[in-house]
């Protein structure tokens, strides 16, 4: 079965640092890995996704992500962090043969913007 | 095009009584989730539909919990009785499918729940 790590609970970055947000997945293949914001009282809403490809993905809102199978990990950074940004950031993993049908969502890490 | 709806948006009930929430997935979606995402968690998956049927309810609380979708568009989600323990955000979500497979869930804004 497939399961997810999201090590960091809250982190803090000051507006306009980069960001890195840790992930990391267990799966006996190359799953499909996809990252979900969710600001307070809102749904989540999907920021990238990866199925196969080229490792680095890019996302909306100036985000993008890195596949490393050696990590078993699916990091997502922003060069440059906005207010706007702040909120809570959910990986999430799913099996090739059902897709997204069957998501396992990580813990969230919660991402407090300072000026 | 509209996004997934639910509501009521919010709702405070006593321990016992019971709750029903609604969802109106997205146009054309044939497949409806049900997810609890409880404080500090990440969401969890209850039911899944494909049109009307349940296609995943392994983690739903059965003896408690229930859900439908009749015509294969909007579902309701009820508790009854509601515990303490049920105190969450209870997120809708829909999918379209392309031979058999989907490839990205589009959520509501959630109800949340709080059980005194």
């Known amino acids: ?115 | 095009e509209a996004g997934v709806a639910q509501s009521p948006r919010y709702k405070i009930i006593e321990k016992r009584q019971s709750v029903a929430f609604w969802c109106n997935p997205i146009s054309g979606h044939a497949t409806l989730y049900w997810y609890q995402q409880i404080l500090g968690q990440g969401p969890k998956l209850l039911i899944q539909f494909q049109n009307n049927g349940v296609v995943d309810d392994s983690q739903l609380p059965k003896d408690r919990f229930s859900a439908e979708r009749l015509k294969g568009v909007d579902s309701t989600l009820k508790i009854q009785p509601a515990k303490l323990e049920d105190s969450a955000v209870y997120l809708c979500a829909s999918s379209t499918r392309l031979a058999g497979i989907s490839y990205e869930q589009y959520f509501g804004p959630g109800t949340r729940l709080t059980v005194t």
């Open chain 1, 1 to 115: 079965a497939q399961s997810v790590t999201q090590p960091d609970i809250h982190i803090t970055v000051s507006e306009g640092a980069s960001l890195e947000l840790r992930c990391n997945y267990s799966y006996g293949a190359t799953p499909y890995l996809f990252w979900y914001v969710q600001s307070p009282g809102q749904g989540l809403q999907l920021l990238l996704k990866y199925f196969s490809g080229d490792t680095l993905v890019q996302g909306i809102k100036g985000f993008e992500a890195e596949f490393k199978r050696s990590q078993s990990s699916f990091n997502l950074r922003k060069p440059s962090v906005h207010w706007s940004d702040a909120a809570e950031y959910f990986c999430a993993v799913g099996a090739p043969q059902t897709g997204a049908n069957n998501l396992f969502f990580g813990t969230g890490t919660r991402l407090t913007v300072i000026p």
